[in-house]
């Protein structure tokens, strides 16, 4: 049984900072983390960080020099450090990963159940 795991969400005033955490456990033979994304109430699901295929990462324009995505290999975990955060960062956000549990096997789409990020006065 695979799983993400997101922690690290809560409450935050405005300009504060947050590091988001996502672990990947269970029979993982080889994992391609896509990134971090996020769901306001009545907005659809957006991209907020993620890795290209080539390794390097790309942002949401709105987050831009404020976020930072990166990741531990070895512990099968993905970060989102959250700087300067604005009342419009305000989400739920998800983690999302393609796994493959054995070598023969399929590649398969997993996301975290998610962690509420709130930025509030």
């Given at each position: 049984q695979v799983q993400l795991v997101e922690s690290g969400g809560g409450?935050?005033?405005?300009?504060g900072?947050?590091?988001l955490s996502c672990a990947a456990s269970g029979s993982i033979f080889?994992?391609?983390t896509k990134?971090?994304?996020r769901q306001a109430p009545g907005k659809e699901r957006e991209l907020v960080a993620g890795f290209t295929s080539g390794g390097s990462t790309n942002?949401?324009?709105?987050?831009k020099g404020r976020f930072t995505i990166s990741r531990d290999n070895a512990k099968n975990t993905v970060y989102l450090q959250m700087n300067s955060l604005k009342p419009e960062d305000t989400a739920v956000y998800y983690c999302n990963a393609h796994?493959?549990?054995?070598n023969w096997g399929q590649w398969f789409d997993y996301w975290g159940q998610g962690?509420?990020?709130?930025v509030s006065s």
């Amino acid at each position: 049984q695979v799983q993400l795991v997101e922690s690290g969400g809560g409450l935050v005033q405005p300009g504060g900072s947050l590091r988001l955490s996502c672990a990947a456990s269970g029979s993982i033979f080889s994992i391609n983390t896509k990134g971090w994304y996020r769901q306001a109430p009545g907005k659809e699901r957006e991209l907020v960080a993620g890795f290209t295929s080539g390794g390097s990462t790309n942002y949401a324009d709105s987050v831009k020099g404020r976020f930072t995505i990166s990741r531990d290999n070895a512990k099968n975990t993905v970060y989102l450090q959250m700087n300067s955060l604005k009342p419009e960062d305000t989400a739920v956000y998800y983690c999302n990963a393609h796994i493959k549990s054995t070598n023969w096997g399929q590649w398969f789409d997993y996301w975290g159940q998610g962690t509420q990020v709130t930025v509030s006065s």
